[in-house]
């Protein structure tokens, strides 16, 4: 049995779509994919293709990233009933979004949400010159919506807080834990502290205005790995492929990402298709 992982497969690509159909529908029978949010924002293609993962598949392990709660034309009220219709249907056709143990791994994946600068001291915010402090580029802006009534918390808080009362205090054997968002700010720069030149990023940078940190994620998601034990934790959301090692954790993004970041170089190694984690 092997362990691969995949995030921001985004279907709502008819090329990522194609490369989704063209997984084997028989090498990964006794095997185990960690599927680290971003399939879609329609939900009837997010049902469609965890259905077709889950056949490929042995066991699929599930998290929802912030696409996949995205309001488009949908009839869900807010994202929180999208969610909650989410985890029903996942439970109902056997896609795992709850702590299991195979052969001595444990896997435990975590709901997360990335906390703004705004929001509390758990943001992975990081300065950006000439940066819009309103990220008004940013489209959750406009396609999340959260319930006023009975969502007073932060979304990030909110969902550590519902992890707590999902996760154990220890596992057993080798714990791999998952989330959508990222759990510390080394993950999102090539060097860490970072240089970020205003030169440079006016030549480079494609976006010069939109700070991504903004938006990465919570070190909320740290605590609960350090609370899990985890060894190997995997996560998604910035299109940028890394394998390293921090402080004793080995952190993985395997993203198949939007064509044209493909066509730009951007996303590397997914040629390989997933990204294979260990063998049991």
């Not at 084997?24 to 599927?35: A, G, H, P, R, T």
């Not at 969902?159 to 968002?181: Q, W």
């Not at 999102?188 to 240089?195: A, D």
Request: net charge negative; proline share 5%.
């Amino acid at each position: 049995m092997r362990i691969f992982a995949i995030s921001d497969i985004h279907v709502d690509f008819q090329d990522n779509q194609k490369w989704i159909d063209a997984v084997s529908e028989i090498d990964y029978k006794e095997d185990v994919l960690l599927l680290a949010g971003d399939v879609c924002h329609h939900f009837y293609r997010l049902q469609e293709t965890l259905l077709q993962l889950r056949g490929k598949f042995h066991r699929l392990f599930f998290v929802p990233g912030n696409h996949d709660l995205w309001l488009r034309g949908e009839s869900f009220k807010n994202s929180m009933e999208k969610f909650e219709a989410i985890i029903v249907f996942c439970k109902k056709n056997d896609i795992s979004m709850n702590p299991d143990t195979i052969n001595n791994i444990s896997i435990v994946p975590l709901f997360s949400w990335y906390t703004s600068p705004e929001d509390g001291e758990d943001s992975l915010y990081w300065p950006k010159p000439g940066e819009d402090e309103n990220n008004r580029m940013w489209s959750d802006r406009f396609f999340i919506k959260w319930p006023n009534s009975n969502f007073p918390k932060s979304a990030s808080q909110y969902f550590y807080e519902l992890n707590s009362e999902l996760i154990s205090e220890k596992y057993s054997g080798t714990v791999i834990s998952m989330s959508h968002f990222i759990p510390r700010k080394e993950m999102m720069f090539s060097q860490y502290p970072p240089m970020l030149d205003p030169e440079r990023i006016k030549k480079f940078d494609r976006s010069p205005e939109f700070n991504f940190s903004r938006v990465a994620g919570s070190e909320l998601i740290e605590k609960q790995i350090r609370q899990v034990g985890s060894k190997l934790h995997v996560y998604g959301h910035q299109h940028i492929n890394r394998d390293r090692e921090i402080d004793g954790i080995r952190y993985a993004a395997h993203c198949l990402g939007y064509p044209n970041e493909r066509k730009r170089g951007v996303i590397k190694g997914i040629e390989q298709g997933f990204k294979e984690l260990m063998q049991i």
